[in-house]
């Protein structure tokens, strides 16, 4: 994990007066980095609850997500295969390795006196002491990015471990940290939707085709995370306003509507525009992205992309994303209230 060894003791410390810089200095050097997909089956989201408030943070965070996500798909590459030996020594290496790191971000942040709670008041002021506020911002999410690489690692290989040796989030506070943990940890493990229909009071067997729609629903769900979670989707302002459940049945409407109807609340919740300003993704990789994410084919997500432009050429009567703009921010709205959904 070089940049992050570099931002905790090196050249990257971002309170030093050459990394200091002003958002015209990072906004390039942000738009020439590209993320890091990950190779593996994400089971935790940071949730951090305040969105960056400076390019400058955007920047460390990329350099923060790609370490993390390049060291656990090593740590999963290498043990591909191997056996129950290799896999032991691999793990108890990394876990050693990311305890010494949990503990050195955190020892840090107590010295530098990076107390979070200058930054998530409703109250706080970014333009006062702003050097200060990027640092205490950077480091609190590496310590949970840290968390996320030692909770991945350990459900990846969760069959291999003891389960007295298993540590929840309160344990890596408690035990690694020797501190309490918050009342809502920055960090949260995902929960997949349960599709499957209610339950009667008699028991009935279920029929081939409702087993097989059943399953045909899991996998769009599934396909979906992993395609968008690299993209930190779940971490979108309008998604962390939305409780576990609530952010199921987000999803659950994204991937079983009509493409144009996906394609109109992706837009809505600012995930396209995301892609291209935080990540830098041209259109067409775009497109491509959100056809793999959809199982739709990358024509069909241009034209509803394009129409959703008022000024665009694209034929109207055949991709119809602009008639879904209103009905998407209704549903939202609805989910959001907790009501059910015409």
């Known amino acids: 994990m070089n940049n992050v060894k570099a931002i905790i003791n090196g050249n990257l410390q971002p309170w030093q007066q050459k990394t200091n810089l002003s958002d015209d200095y990072y906004s390039p050097e942000l738009r020439k980095m590209h993320s890091v997909k990950e190779n593996f089956t994400t089971q ?34 290498d043990t591909f295969g191997g056996s129950e030996n290799l896999v032991a020594y691999k793990l108890n290496k990394a876990q050693k390795k990311i305890q010494s790191l949990l503990v050195e971000v955190n020892e840090l942040i107590e010295r530098k006196q990076f107390d979070i709670a200058v930054i998530t008041t409703k109250h706080a002021d970014f333009k006062i002491d702003r050097n200060h506020k990027e640092c205490t911002f950077i480091f609190h999410y590496m310590l949970v990015a840290v968390m996320r690489c030692w909770l991945e690692i350990q459900a990846h290989f969760i069959e291999f471990i003891h389960n007295e040796d298993v540590l929840t989030i309160a344990d890596i506070y408690s035990q690694i940290l020797q501190k309490a943990a918050p009342e809502k940890p920055q960090i949260q493990e995902i929960q997949t939707i349960d599709i499957k229909s209610d339950v009667t009071a008699i028991s009935q067997p279920i029929e081939k085709e409702e087993a097989f729609a059943i399953q045909y629903a899991q996998e769009k769900y599934t396909v979906f995370m992993n395609e968008v979670n690299p993209y930190r989707f779940i971490e979108l302002q309008k998604l962390n306003n939305l409780n576990e459940h609530k952010i199921n049945r987000l999803v659950k409407e994204i991937i079983e509507n009509p493409l144009h109807y996906s394609v109109a609340m992706l837009s809505f919740l600012g995930y396209l525009d995301n892609l291209k300003k935080t990540y830098s993704l041209s259109k067409e990789k775009i497109y491509s992205h959100i056809a793999k994410a959809l199982k739709s084919d990358v024509r069909t997500v241009k034209g509803n992309c394009l129409v959703l432009n008022p000024k665009s050429k694209e034929d109207r009567y055949k991709y119809q994303a602009d008639q879904f703009i209103e009905k998407v921010e209704e549903d939202y709205n609805k989910i959001f209230s907790g009501k059910p959904l015409k």
């Open 44 to 77: 935790y989201r940071i949730d951090f609850g305040i969105v960056p408030f400076s390019v400058k943070i955007k920047y460390y965070l990329r350099l923060i997500d790609t370490d993390i996500v390049e060291y656990t798909n090593g740590v999963l590459n």
